[in-house]
């Protein structure tokens, strides 16, 4: 498994959840990291964005309660998930995309996070 994600789970709305993804180190050279997210019966979304110069990107509808960050020692991004809604359900997938070769890119296989009302 080349991203392995984790910290998936069920939590009441207005909690928190912290989920990693750690990338293999067979993986060089990672310029984006992100995360998407998929809800049952919808398409999947983009969440946000970590660039290699930390720079961070965040679809409206998590804005101001999530945090995406990078730890390139360590070949993972994290996304801290607060505040979080019932709409906020759904599994939530990595992905990273390389300079060199430039833009390979490479998924996770989904953690999945539920949010009771």
């Known amino acids: 498994v080349q991203l392995q994600a984790s910290g998936g789970g069920l939590v009441q709305a207005g909690g928190s959840l912290r989920l990693s993804c750690a990338a293999s180190?067979?993986?060089?050279?990672?310029?984006?990291m992100k995360w998407y997210r998929q809800a049952p019966g919808k398409q999947r979304e983009w969440v946000g964005t970590?660039?290699?110069?930390?720079?961070?990107n965040y679809a409206d509808s998590v804005k101001g309660r999530f945090t995406i960050s990078r730890d390139n020692a360590k070949n993972t991004v994290y996304l801290q998930m607060n505040s979080l809604k019932p709409e906020d359900t759904a599994v939530y997938y990595c992905?990273?995309?390389?300079?060199?070769?430039?833009?390979?890119?490479?998924w996770g296989q989904g953690t999945e996070v539920t949010v009771s009302s």
């Open positions: 970590v660039t290699s110069g930390d720079s961070t």
């Open positions: 180190r067979s993986i060089f050279s990672i310029n984006n």
């Open positions: 992905y990273v995309d390389t300079a060199i070769p430039r833009f390979k890119t490479y």
